[in-house]
């Protein structure tokens, strides 16, 4: 599905304004490489410089991730199953640097990201089973085109932020569909 990375990106931008973001994303997986072109896209616009970390294995993530937090402000996860087995990792170490963390996987700021922009859950099944049907039926994974979702959710974590020692201003907190306290 695809998931507005500009709003992701500039919601960052008005919590913490960034200069270097790093992006944890996965070569290996198409949905990762779409939300890696569109990060550099948008983070471009924005003034941020992009620092990108291939995790297409546990042990590549450990490598990348350990140079990210080096030089980064914030990271950014997208949508990998390498990222998604290993979040909690990513967290944790990114926490004890305090640098927040940003994604679009599901649960993501119930995990510990400060910001997370995600689908339903339901709506992602749906559209999973959609998806599966169709290549059952012939169709080329990568032919299939992106599908916009009905609903998104922005959920910031304030506890996160207050444990960070960052205020999130409140026409941010505004915007957010849910904010976790």
Known sequence: CRIPLITLLKTI????????IGVIY???????????????KYSAQLGMRLT????????????????MLETVDVIVTTQSS????????????????KIPVASTMPDAADKGALVSLEISPQELGVTAA???????????P????????????????QRVAREMGIEV?????????RVIR
């Open 13 to 20: 931008q008005n919590i913490t304004t960034p200069r270097r």
């Open 26 to 40: 996965s070569s290996g997986e198409i949905g990762s490489l779409r939300q890696l072109e569109e990060i550099r």
């Open 52 to 67: 990108e970390g291939n995790a297409g294995s546990a042990s590549a993530l450990d490598t990348t991730l350990a140079s």
């Open 82 to 97: 390498v990222v998604a087995r290993h979040f909690n990792k990513i967290i944790s170490r990114a926490k004890a640097r």
């Open 130 to 140: 959609e998806t599966a049907m169709r290549i059952l039926e012939g169709a080329s």
């Open 142 to 157: 990568s032919s299939l085109p992106l599908l916009n979702p009905h609903r998104i959710d922005l959920i910031i974590n």
């Open 169 to 177: 201003p409140i026409p941010v907190l505004g915007t957010a569909t």
